[in-house]
Nanobody, 122 residues
Framework: QVQLRESGGGSVAAGGSLRLACTASGYTDSNYCMGWFRQEPGKEREGVARVYGFTNIPWYADSVRGRFTISQDNAKNTVYLQMSDLKPEDTAMYYC???????????????WGQGTQVTVSS
C-alpha cells in the first residue's frame, strides 16, 4: 500500500517562498510519478507540477511555470516543490499525488496525501 506524507506549507507574504516535501512509502522502485495538485474552496482541483522518477522530466502548469520548481530525491523517495515569488492566487490546499504513470487528471492518481495549506497574503 502506497502512502504519501507531506510536510511544509504555511503562511507567507506575497513575493515570499515556501517549500513542500512529500515522501512516498510502499514503492519498491523509482518508476513512479509524483506531483502536486491544489484546490481552493469552491473551485476545481488544479494540477500544479509533476515529475516521473525514471525520466526526471518535470511538467508545470502555466500558472506556476518559472516560479515553482519540482525536484526529487529517489534515494529518499521524496519529491519537493520549491515555490518562489508566491502570489495571493497561489493560496490553496496543496495535495501530493502519486501513480505508476503520470496522468493529466486528478483521477489518474490513486494515491493522495492529506493536504497541506499554503496561504499567501497580499
Amino acid at each position: 500500500q502506497v502512502q504519501l506524507r507531506e510536510s511544509g506549507g504555511g503562511s507567507v507574504a506575497a513575493g515570499g517562498s515556501l517549500r513542500l516535501a512529500c515522501t512516498a512509502s510502499g514503492y519498491t522502485d523509482s518508476n513512479y510519478c509524483m506531483g502536486w495538485f491544489r484546490q481552493e474552496p469552491g473551485k476545481e482541483r488544479e494540477g500544479v507540477a509533476r515529475v516521473y522518477g525514471f525520466t526526471n522530466i518535470p511538467w508545470y502548469a502555466d500558472s506556476v511555470r518559472g516560479r515553482f520548481t519540482i525536484s526529487q530525491d529517489n534515494a529518499k523517495n521524496t519529491v519537493y516543490l520549491q515555490m518562489s515569488d508566491l502570489k495571493p492566487e497561489d493560496t490553496a490546499m496543496y495535495y501530493c499525488v502519486s501513480a505508476r504513470l503520470c496522468g493529466w487528471r486528478d483521477s489518474d492518481f490513486p494515491y493522495w496525501g492529506q493536504g497541506t495549506q499554503v496561504t499567501v497574503s497580499s
